[in-house]
């Protein structure tokens, strides 16, 4: 199997569970490109931020078409998400490999653990 349809095959699992779950696909793309892809950590972080607007586009038309988004709430997270993320991104290149990748575990597992408690 090519790397193409692989990588086709990852995404559309991933799109799936984001679109079901509401979440970014980061937090699938990630591990998967970083363990099963064996791609470095930034470039693998970078990648989905870069796959992040058109498949949050595409889940946010078929969520608006139901009437599940709130626009001002929306508005005012967007602005604050585009000024937050261009930092990031900034901070990001001075974080070794392994420090990153530990940091965004730390996060799921802070996530999930507050997800299963509340």
């Known amino acids: 199997m ?7 095959g990852a995404g559309f699992l991933v799109g799936i ?3 079901l779950l509401g979440v970014g696909g980061g937090v699938f ?6 363990s099963y ?9 970078a ?11 595409v889940s946010s038309a078929v969520y608006g078409f139901h009437g599940n988004i709130e626009i001002g709430l ?5 602005l604050g998400s585009i000024c937050g993320a261009s930092i990031g991104a900034r ?5 070794p490999p392994v420090r990153l990748q530990q940091l965004f575990g730390l996060l799921l ?3 999930g653990l507050r997800m299963i408690i509340t």
Do not use: C, D, W, Y
């Not at 989905?48 to 949050?56: C, K, N, R």
């Not at 929306?74 to 967007?78: D, M």
């Open 2 to 8: 090519t790397e193409r349809v692989k990588f086709s």
């Open 17 to 19: 569970l984001s679109g």
């Open 29 to 34: 793309l990630v591990p998967i490109m970083v």
């Open 37 to 45: 892809f064996s791609i470095s950590q930034h470039v693998a972080q």
């Open 47 to 57: 990648t989905s931020m870069a796959i992040v607007v058109p498949t949050a586009i």
């Open 74 to 78: 929306s508005l005012n997270l967007v």
């Open 91 to 95: 901070l990001m290149k001075r974080i």
């Open 109 to 111: 597992l802070v996530v």
